[in-house]
T-cell receptor
Framework: DVKVTQSSRYLVKRTGEKVFLECVQD?????MFWYRQDPGLGLRLIYF???????EKGDIPEGYSVSREKKERFSLILESASTNQTSMYLC????????????FGSGTRLTVV | AQSVTQPDIHITVSEGASLELRCNYS??????LFWYVQSPGQGLQLLLK??????LVQGIKGFEAEFKRSQSSFNLRKPSVHWSDAAEYFC????????????FGTGTRLLVSP
């Protein structure tokens, strides 16, 4: 079964810490995405990547960065975590050539205290 | 601009009753349409998708959706709801290739009463 794996289901970090959220997919997908999900706001795109070492800003990139050194791995970095970054973070991946939709990971619930 | 509207934030349905979740989209080209389900604390799972052809598409867990181009709608239906269907449902629209990012609606939370 194809999978998108997020390294942590729950994380608690302190304000000001540097936080890494890791996502790995085993489907050889070209595209990878990071979303955050908050009640009443739906899914908001933070960053996405269409290829290795390539990244593009989504709708809410402020306070975040990403890294894609290998095709299967897409990391989200919170340079200095703040309480307003407490959220559910979802990683997804997809094909480029044909749109079959996204495959999502199980999510990481991040709490910044 | 591309957009997806799910007009119902919450819906409560009795177990065994039928369900229809509404989705309206705005898209400038041929739309590729999707429904996803999210159980509490989980990621999104694809229920079904529409690309072309028959406007009534079948998905997993007994769900179906009907594409109506004239109404720009892609409503999700299930004839008999089970308690395990309680979840949040997201409609999304995109283009023919993965370069055209999916646009998601804000979701509809389904509550199932005994």
């Amino acid at each position: 079964d194809v999978k998108v794996t997020q390294s942590s289901r729950y994380l608690v970090k302190r304000t000001g810490e540097k936080v890494f959220l890791e996502c790995v997919q085993d489907m050889d997908h070209e595209n990878m995405f990071w979303y955050r999900q908050d009640p009443g706001l739906g899914l908001r795109l933070i960053y996405f990547s269409y290829d290795v070492k390539m990244k593009e800003k989504g709708d809410i990139p402020e306070g975040y960065s990403v890294s894609r050194e290998k095709k299967e791995r897409f990391s989200l970095i919170l340079e200095s975590a703040s309480t307003n970054q407490t959220s559910m973070y979802l990683c997804a991946s997809s094909w480029t050539e044909q749109n079959y939709g996204y495959t999502f990971g199980s999510g990481t619930r991040l709490t910044v205290v | 601009a591309q957009s997806v509207t799910q007009p119902d934030i919450h819906i409560t349905v009795s177990e065994g009753a039928s369900l229809e979740l509404r989705c309206n989209y705005s898209y400038g080209a041929t739309p590729y349409l999707f429904w996803y389900v999210q159980s509490p604390g989980q990621g999104l799972q694809l229920l079904l998708k529409y690309f072309s052809g028959d406007t009534l598409v079948q998905g997993i867990k007994g769900f179906e959706a009907e594409f109506k181009r004239s109404q720009s709608s892609f409503n999700l239906r299930k004839p008999s709801v089970h308690w395990s269907d309680a979840a949040e449902y997201f409609c999304a629209v995109g283009g023919a290739t993965g370069f055209q990012k999916l646009v998601f609606g804000t979701g509809t939370r389904l509550l199932v009463s005994p």
